[in-house]
DNA sequence: GTCTATATTGGGATAGAC
DNA sequence: GTCTATCCCAATATAGAC
């Protein structure tokens, strides 16, 4: 990936364009006539940038999941108490997840993954598996400081404490039964997430 | 829908048809020539029984939510000890959750839920939210038995229940990163799941 | 009800001018 | 690099014979 600073308007508007159709459309109902359009230029500028329809998808699936590590670096600390840390960790990537963005992402990338799986692994790579890397850094240093208990292994925890946050409200959000979900709901599910991992996690 | 006794042969050969490719090619990418020729019959065959692609696809996801139902049910008991019921209760939904018919639908559900909203609403209420339901009940059960603790509302513990499932192995199967996952895996994400369940909602 | 054959549209990709 | 105009195929749905 080329350095974003250095990215032309055009390739830009395309990236931009192009994600925010995936998003809310998917992959197959979205032509590259509506791309064009939507970016506001021809549709062979889009082939002078892209080779194809799949590249296109897989540039944008490629810089979401940039942009999801850079910003889950602000919620990586340890000085609260432990309640306050963990709830500030699920309030993150719960808010993170029910996002249209990541929404829309995994929904598209599930259903091409069994007919591309160069972009379904990518996506996990840079994804799925690098939110974990983060999690499992943050549960080890939480051991390392006597808060959560020694015994368990942050490489089973973190995948435990993301599946925990794609509940039923997730799922519905997930389905378009709820297009944006209410404040009250978000806060619930952190509420209810955050103490049933301080039970299963916590050091006596 | 109808009684399943009175089913056509020729019905049953495009249902079963239309489930085995929509499940490994996703709802685009199958045609509704590939339909029938995968169910042996014309084209307009197709077109007598259903109005149209989506009309079909939906059939399916009705008939495999009642099938899930249906099979849930074995375990839906209480008379081994509190380990020993919750580890069935995490062995048959993780599997099920990873099995290709179950993965094949949430996949294409999830594709298709944002342009189709009453297909969305009606896989969620036949599958997801009867799953949930038949955990609700026997988590309230078990509360009654005095083996899971009191406090917890069994609507919010139902959602937790599943969602842990779908940690780390579902997200890889589901992106078609392992095509059939080993045994070894699967009992090593139960054990896990088991622990941290009972850690978080087991009686003191 | 079931088939063969076809109408028709939508959309991915490209040719060629500027 | 960017546009306009177009090619071409694939796929849904249907018409009409049996």
Redesign the interface.
Known sequence: MDNVDEISPKRRQVLDAAGRLFT??????VSMDAVAREAGVSKATLYAYFTGKHALFGAVVAERCVAMVEASRIVNDHDAPLRECMRRQVDFWLRFLISPAAIGTY?????????F?DL??A??EAG?AAG?RWIGLWIAEEQRRGRLRAEIDPR?AA??F???????L???V????IPVPSEEAIVAEVD??TD??L???AAA
Chains 1, 2 share one sequence.
């Not at 809310?24 to 109902?29: I, K, L, N, Q, R």
């Not at 993301?162 to 039923?168: F, K, M, P, S, Y």
């Not at 997930?174 to 039964?177: I, Q, R, T």
């Open positions: 809310s459309e998917g992959f197959a109902a929904r598209t990338v599930l259903a091409e993954g069994g007919r799986p379904a692994h996506f996990y799925p974990l089973r995948p435990q993301t599946a925990l946050l794609r509940g039923d997730y799922i519905q997930a389905l378009g039964l209810a997430a049933t991992l039970r299963a996690y």
